[in-house]
């Protein structure tokens, strides 16, 4: 079992930066794909970045992000396994949402279905 638990979310200006962290306990060690989605009130769940072990770092070859947060968000992660990052710059009220970390014992990209393991969310807010 891995459990997850996401921080650092908040009310934050438009154009602001905000950067949340998923502290990972249990057999970090199985893990293999970690991902960020996120889910606004009435959406889906959506994805918003992945990475990938290597086997030795996580791979920045194996980095993925949505479209709408390309060039605005950075995921990354410590190679102990035990916290993975979202840095989130020039934020935009449409990104207002509830960010979620996820984990997979396997490849995973951007479909949610795949993840294994969840958070419980941190809200993240962009005032106009």
């Known amino acids: 079992q891995v459990q997850l638990v996401e921080s650092g979310g908040g009310l934050v200006q438009a154009g602001g930066s905000l950067r949340l962290s998923c502290a990972a306990s249990?057999?970090?060690?199985?893990?293999?794909?970690m991902g960020w989605f996120r889910q606004a009130p009435g959406n889906v769940r959506e994805f918003v970045a992945h990475?990938?072990?290597?086997?030795?770092?996580?791979?920045?070859?194996?980095?993925n992000y949505a479209d709408s947060v390309r060039g605005r968000f950075t995921i990354s992660g410590d190679n102990s396994k035990t916290t993975v990052y979202l840095q989130m710059n020039s934020l935009k009220p449409d990104d207002t949402a509830r960010y979620y970390c996820?984990?997979?014992?396997?490849?995973?990209?951007?479909?949610?279905?795949?993840?294994?393991?969840w958070g419980q969310g941190t809200q993240v807010t962009v005032s106009s």
């Open positions: 996820a984990a997979c014992t396997y490849y995973c990209s951007s479909d949610y279905s795949q993840y294994n393991y």
């Open positions: 249990g057999r970090t060690f199985s893990m293999y794909s």
């Open positions: 990475l990938t072990w290597s086997g030795l770092t996580w791979s920045g070859r194996s980095t």
